[in-house]
């Protein structure tokens, strides 16, 4: 059994920062691959970047060279550093961990980018 909590959305200009981070508990968090989903009114849920249990991490190519996901292990959680935000950026964001029987949603963030 495992929760998640979420923060960190914010209301940010272009070309701002922000990070948010995902705190789990309960479970193995080592065991688990993180990652970042988005989802913006109308659209599919998007992957915008995953992290495998060693620290490997992937990128949308909408957003390489701007975010940057990574894992504290000790703190259980999971940062998603946003630089250059742009509006297209604005979106619900999820994070998600996965592993062997298990696959669990945080409850979403709102990001949104606009002068």
């Known amino acids: 059994q495992v929760q998640l909590a979420e923060s960190g959305g914010a209301l940010v200009q272009p070309g701002g920062s922000l990070r948010l981070s995902c705190v789990a508990s309960g479970g193995t968090f080592s065991a688990y691959a993180a990652g970042w989903y988005r989802q913006a009114p109308g659209k599919e849920r998007e992957l915008v970047a995953s992290i495998g249990r060693y620290g490997t991490a992937n990128y949308a190519g909408s957003v390489r060279g701007r975010f940057t996901i990574s894992r504290v292990y000790d703190k259980n959680t999971v940062y998603l550093h946003m630089n250059s935000l742009k509006p297209g950026d604005t979106a619900v964001y999820y994070c998600?961990?996965?592993?062997?029987?298990?696959?669990?949603w945080g409850q979403g963030t709102q990001v949104t980018v606009s002068l």
């Open positions: 998600h961990l996965v592993g062997a029987g298990i696959d669990y």
